[in-house]
């Protein structure tokens, strides 16, 4: 599993100061809060309220992460706006693996893991402020969870954006593993048939200049797989891809 070497390859890269961002760091308190997830997006939310002025930019290591973005965006009641190339909808019920990295999403809009939204003292969000882009890979379950929703569902990059965007403020969040993994190396859950870099790269130029941007989190590559640095310079070219000023 990715842990905190993929952050601090980014750290090293110098991004930061090619963005003219603030770094910082997370320091979850683990002895208060019983559930090490929860301690974890407590943190990373009160870093985002205590700097409500600027535009968060967040390199987490799974999709959990998701809950604390929103919680510390919940000013704005932002729309997500979901890229990943797994649906990350299953709930206890319906996962054959019992993997949390794959249920963030089910537990954003209520559906599961509401333990973690009430340690958070964040409620649901509306299906209808989700929309997910170029998931492949669905369990049995899961898909029919997802397709039955309210959630808006966008095959395709070119689909979401001939869509109109929402007016609303904007949460995107990008799990590297959406671009295909022919381009995108040392993914734990690798999907080939995604967008090439270069789409994805465009994709986010695009949305980024039409939507009103909120935060941007991006879950990070393996690094302790083959094929990380790549991984790296091609995530590196996704963030600069951002237009958040």
Not at 114 to 119: R, V
Request: hydrophobic residues 45%.
């Amino acid at each position: 599993m990715p842990d905190r070497r993929e952050v601090e390859a980014l750290r090293k890269a110098g991004i930061a100061d090619e963005l003219d961002a603030e770094w910082v760091d997370i320091e979850p308190d683990f002895a208060r809060w019983n559930d090490a997830v929860v301690a974890v997006n407590r943190a990373l939310a009160d870093a985002i309220q205590a700097q409500s002025d600027k535009t968060p930019l967040v390199f987490a290591n799974d999709c959990t992460s998701c809950l604390g973005m929103v919680k510390g965006l919940e000013a704005k009641s932002p729309t997500v706006l979901w890229y990943d190339s797994h649906g990350d909808f299953n709930t206890p019920e319906t996962t054959p693996s019992g993997f949390l990295g794959g249920m963030p999403l089910a537990a954003l809009v209520g559906r599961g893991n509401q333990h973690l939204m009430q340690g958070l003292e964040l409620a649901p969000i509306n299906e209808p402020d989700v929309i997910v882009t170029d998931v492949r890979n669905l369990d049995p379950e899961e898909g029919d969870m997802l397709r039955a929703s309210k959630v808006k569902i966008f095959e395709s990059l070119d689909a979401l954006h001939a869509a109109e965007l929402p007016e609303k403020p904007l949460y995107i969040h990008f799990d590297t593993d959406v671009v295909d993994c022919a381009e995108m190396p040392a993914m734990s859950y690798p999907e080939p048939g995604g967008p090439s870099l270069q789409e994805s790269i465009e994709s986010l130029r695009l949305v980024t200049a039409r939507g009103n941007v909120a935060g941007v989190l991006f879950s990070l590559w393996n690094g302790t797989l083959a094929g990380a640095d790549e991984a790296m310079a091609a995530t590196l070219e996704l963030i600069r891809a951002l237009k958040l000023v």
